[in-house]
């Protein structure tokens, strides 16, 4: 059974930071393609970053220069480092893993980042 188990949300002041982590278990970690997505209140669900297995990264145009996608292929965890973290970045963030070239797809449960004063 796949598992992908986000952590690390929380409550941060706008201009700081915060590092999201997605576990990824019942799965080959390495053959996965895997990204974050967010979704804030009334709004739909949207691309944040992806990592191919291989180690290529794509961000959104709004979250380049501020946040970084890596993964640790030894860990099967794939994280998100944010930084200058403003009121809008409020969101649930999900990680989604996808085999290249299948139809595997699958979601973790999103972690909630709040930012606020």
């Known amino acids: 059974q796949v598992q992908l188990v986000e952590s690390g949300g929380g409550l941060v002041q706008p201009g700081g930071s915060l590092r999201l982590s997605c576990a990824a278990s019942g799965l080959t970690f390495s053959t996965y393609a895997m990204s974050w997505y967010r979704q804030a209140p009334g709004k739909e669900r949207e691309f944040v970053a992806a990592i191919a297995s291989a180690g290529g990264t794509n961000y959104a145009e709004s979250m380049k220069g501020r946040f970084t996608i890596s993964r640790d292929n030894a860990k099967n965890t794939v994280y998100l480092q944010m930084n200058s973290l403003k009121p809008e970045d409020t969101a649930v963030y999900y990680c989604?893993?996808?085999?290249?070239?299948?139809?595997?797809?699958?979601w973790g449960q999103g972690t909630q980042v709040t930012v606020s004063s």
């Open positions: 989604k893993a996808r085999r290249p070239s299948s139809s595997y797809v699958y």
